[in-house]
Structure formats: C-alpha cells, structure tokens
C-alpha cells in the first residue's frame, strides 16, 4: 500500500460537554476508496467537517503528504486538494451543467478588457469530463435540474476531480438513490480511485460499501475499533460493529429473523 496521502491521528472534538469524536485515527491512500461506515450520530460528519477544515479539532493530529496540517478553513482543505461532496450539493438547478461544473471557474479567452467566458472550451471539457465518468450528456446546456440525482452526484464529483482532488470526500452519495442510480455512482467511485484518488466514502448502507471498499473503518459513539481491509471483515461483523453489537441481536431475536 502507498503511503498516505492524509493521515488523521487520535482525532478528539468535543462541542462544550458532548464528545463527538473521542479519538478516530483514519488515513487515506492514492487510489483506495476507504469508507467511513456508522449509524445514525456516531461523528462520520463531524469527522469529515474536521477532515476538511469546517471544524478544527479539539485534540489529535492532522499530517498531508507527511507535514503537520492546520486547516483554518474549507478553503485551506480545498487548496491542499482535499474535496468534499456533500449531500446537498450546492448546485444551482436552472443553470446549466457546464456553469455548474465550473461555478465560476470557467476559462478565459482574450485579456485586460477583452477577456471573457470561453464557453465553447468549458462546454467541451465539461462533456468530456462527464462522459469519462460513463455519461453522456444531451448538450452541456442542459440544465442541472433535469439530471437525476444519481447524475448529479457525478457533476459534482467529475468536477473536483477536474479541479485537482487528491482526496474526495463523498458524504452519504447513494443514500437517496434507487438501485440502478447507485450502482452508477459506485461505478464513478472506482473510476475515480482508478485515476489514483484516495475515496473517502461515507455510509450507513453496508452493501454499498462493501460493493466498493478496499478498507472500511466503523464508528460507534465518536469511536473506531480500527481498520479492516476487503476479505478480512464480513457484511455481518460490519453491521454488527455499527450497531455496537448487542443492539442488533436482540432485535433480530424479537422479530425472529434477519434485520
Ligand atoms: N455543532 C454541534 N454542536 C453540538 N453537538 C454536535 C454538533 N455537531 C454534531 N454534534 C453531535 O455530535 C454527535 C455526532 O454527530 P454527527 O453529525 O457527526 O453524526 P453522523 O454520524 O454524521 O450522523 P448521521 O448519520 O445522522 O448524519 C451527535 O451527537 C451530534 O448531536
Ligand atoms: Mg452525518
């Protein structure tokens, strides 16, 4: 395994008297999709805001490509190529799919007070972003609004991939999506580790996981109890670890089967 590109030691944050995170150590290697499974509460957002600059911590180590890390802001965590996919996306659904890829960032043509957009550049790079990650776009005029939200998951990750990702955060991506969206977007995770991103994915469908992981770490209550890797953990010692354990068992015994 490469070294790691981030590297997140005995990670503590507390918000006054509640400890979300009691000590999570995490890294991330290029190319690996590590996820990040726990229920409901056990600190997987606090830890990815922590991970990407929203949050600083309370006690514990952050180490980017081997240096002490400080993030005072998103902005800090975005620039060292750390990028996050939240769930609501922060798209503009009128707009179409190319000003949304570039949000502002689109190329130029001309200087001083000749410069403007260079659409049909943006347009093009756009389409082919898109199609690389598997899908191919009506027109890049299309507005963001008639994608599907398996779709619009992928605009947002082929446009940090674009933007220079070294690490891409995706928080909850198949959550509200039916089958086949899914598996679409698990296809663009393991494109995009393909090309030697380290995937951080964030779940609480085991499954999903599993489909796509090459290490999983479990939250439980602000803790992790380490780091397995594909072939050394079951679908069922996972679901168990993210219930705490007993949790599960009895409740698979008063229903008198599998949950
Ligand atoms: N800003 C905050 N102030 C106080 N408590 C917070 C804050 N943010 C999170 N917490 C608490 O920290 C704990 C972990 O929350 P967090 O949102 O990280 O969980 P999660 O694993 O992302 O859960 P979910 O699956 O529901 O999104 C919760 O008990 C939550 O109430
Ligand atoms: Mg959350």
Redesign the pocket.
């Known amino acids: 395994m490469g070294k790691p590109i981030i590297h997140m030691e005995n990670i503590e944050k507390h918000?006054?008297n509640?400890i979300?995170l009691a000590g999570v150590s995490f890294d991330v290697v290029p190319g690996e999709c590590h996820c990040l499974l726990?229920?409901?509460?056990?600190?997987?957002?606090?830890?990815i805001k922590t991970m990407s600059g929203v949050h600083k911590p309370t006690k514990g180590s952050i180490t980017l490509d081997g240096k002490p890390m400080n993030f005072d802001s998103p902005r800090d965590a975005m620039e060292a190529g750390i990028a996050t996919v939240f769930q609501d996306l922060a798209m503009i659904p009128l707009m179409s799919v190319t000003r949304n890829f570039f949000m502002g960032r689109e190329p130029t043509k001309g200087s001083g007070p000749f410069k403007r957009l260079d659409i049909n550049t943006a347009n093009e790079i756009c389409v082919n972003s898109m199609r690389e990650m598997g899908i191919n776009l009506r027109g890049p005029d299309q507005a963001v609004g008639t994608l599907s939200g398996g779709e619009r998951q992928t605009v947002a990750i082929a446009r940090a991939v674009h933007f220079g990702a070294k690490v891409l955060i995706l928080d909850?991506p198949t959550s509200a999506l039916g089958v086949r969206q899914t598996s679409n977007v698990l296809a663009t995770i393991d494109r995009v580790r393909k090309q030697g991103v380290g995937v951080v994915f964030i779940t609480?469908n085991v499954r999903h996981s599993l489909a796509v992981g090459d290490r999983f770490t479990v939250?439980n209550r602000?803790k992790t109890l380490g780091t397995a890797a594909r072939g050394e953990i079951t679908a069922e010692e996972l679901q168990d670890l993210m219930a705490g354990g007993q949790e599960l068992a009895s409740l698979e015994g008063s229903l008198g089967g599998t949950v």
């Open positions: 918000f006054g509640i979300a726990g229920d409901n509460g056990a600190g997987k957002s606090t830890f909850e609480h939250l602000g």
